[in-house]
């Protein structure tokens, strides 16, 4: 069955230390994968997708299909980092969009 | 308007009783989802209407769980018989589809999600 998987439900790290948030996917099709991300009192939004392959707000992550993985990073936290993030998966067959459990990041001064 | 709407924000009410959530898209945007948010459970797909085709309904998670989208447009999230493990947050959200709106077009995979709707069920 299709799944995406974020095994951590909260990372907390210190400002300036190295982000990484995992994501594992399962599909047999073709997957498009995203990074939403809710920051507090906000509405959930598009942080980047793979297509794309750009940064945004620093943020990188690269598909890896052998190991079916979209883990999201990022050289050196921020304060305003701190938020929830969701892994998504779009079906290649259909427009259908399932997203992961979320992981809430924290990030110290 | 500008962004996604959707109505009640806040929504309480006694096991047992039917309630409406209501979804109003961006204008233009021909697929809309329903996903509900809570605590542990991450976000949990729904389902989705795109154009003119059958909505996919596999996300419902019961047959008290229905919804319809009247004109292309504003959506309907009914909940009947309200349990208190349906207390969660119902987010919308719409998107873009590429191609003719009543075939199978692909959305641009962009999300654009309301505020929600938090049920709680006493």
């Known amino acids: 069955a299709q799944r995406v998987t974020q095994p951590e439900k909260l990372l907390s790290v210190f400002k300036g230390a190295p982000v990484e948030l995992k994501c594992n996917y399962s599909y047999s099709g073709s997957p498009e994968l995203f990074w939403y991300v809710q920051y507090s009192r906000q509405r959930l939004q598009l942080l980047l997708r793979?297509?794309s392959r750009e940064s945004i707000k620093g943020f990188t992550a690269d598909l890896n299909k052998g190991e079916t993985s979209f883990h999201l990073k990022k050289p050196f936290a921020q304060e305003e980092d701190s938020a929830m993030y969701y892994c998504?998966?779009?079906?290649?067959?259909?427009?259908?969009?399932?997203f992961g459990s979320g992981t809430r990041l924290s990030i110290r001064p | 308007g500008a962004g996604v709407s959707q109505s009640p924000s806040n929504k309480v009410t006694e096991k047992g009783k039917d309630v409406e959530l209501r979804c109003d898209p961006i204008?233009?945007?021909?697929?809309l989802y329903w996903y509900r948010q809570s605590l542990g459970q991450g976000l949990e797909f729904l389902i989705y209407f795109q154009g003119n085709s059958a909505p996919d309904k596999s996300g419902l998670p019961s047959d008290r769980f229905s919804a319809e989208r009247t004109g292309g447009s504003v959506s309907t999230l009914t909940i009947q018989r309200t349990q208190q493990e349906d207390s969660a947050v119902y987010l919308c959200?719409?998107?873009?589809?590429?191609?003719?709106?009543?075939?199978?077009?692909?959305?641009?995979?962009?999300?654009?999600f309301g505020e929600g709707s938090r049920l709680t069920v006493l």
């Open positions: 998504a998966l779009m079906y290649s067959s259909a427009s259908k969009i399932i």
């Open positions: 959200a719409s998107s873009k589809i590429f191609g003719p709106p009543g075939l199978a077009g692909r959305i641009t995979g962009e999300l654009f």
């Open positions: 793979h297509i």
């Open positions: 204008s233009g945007h021909t697929a």
